[in-house]
Nanobody, 123 residues
Framework: QVQLEESGGGVVQPGGSLNLSCVASASSHSYTGIAWFRQVAGKEREFVSSIDGNGGITNYADSVKGRFSISRDHAKKTVYLQMNSLKPEDSAVYYC????????????????WGPGTQVTVPS
C-alpha cells in the first residue's frame, strides 16, 4: 500500500505560479511511476504529467508543455509539480497517483491516489 498526500493548491491570478507537492508513504521502490492528473467537475480525469521511479523520464500533456515541470526528491519521498504561466483552464482538482505497472498516461493503470488539491485560476 502507498498513501499519497497532495498540498500546495490555492487561488492564483492568471500568469501566476504554484508548486504542488505529493508526499508518498513508501519509497519509490514500491511503484513504477508517479503522475499528476486533474479533474474538473463533470468531466473526466485527465493526465497532466508523470515521472518514472528513477526520476529520469518525464511526460507532459500537450496543454501544459513548457509551463509545468515535474520533479522528485527521493530522500523526502516527494514529487513536485511546478506550474507557471497559469491559465483559467488550468483550474481543477489536481491528484497525485502512483502505479505499480502499466501505461504512464492511463488513469485506470494507476493503483494509488491522493485526495486531491484544488487549483483555481480566476478568469
Amino acid at each position: 500500500q502507498v498513501q499519497l498526500e497532495e498540498s500546495g493548491g490555492g487561488v492564483v491570478q492568471p500568469g501566476g505560479s504554484l508548486n504542488l507537492s505529493c508526499v508518498a508513504s513508501a519509497s519509490s521502490h514500491s511503484y513504477t511511476g508517479i503522475a499528476w492528473f486533474r479533474q474538473v467537475a463533470g468531466k473526466e480525469r485527465e493526465f497532466v504529467s508523470s515521472i518514472d521511479g528513477n526520476g529520469g523520464i518525464t511526460n507532459y500533456a500537450d496543454s501544459v508543455k513548457g509551463r509545468f515541470s515535474i520533479s522528485r526528491d527521493h530522500a523526502k519521498k516527494t514529487v513536485y509539480l511546478q506550474m507557471n504561466s497559469l491559465k483559467p483552464e488550468d483550474s481543477a482538482v489536481y491528484y497525485c497517483a502512483a502505479r505499480v505497472r502499466g501505461r504512464w498516461h492511463v488513469v485506470d493503470d494507476y493503483d494509488y491516489w491522493g485526495p486531491g488539491t484544488q487549483v483555481t485560476v480566476p478568469s
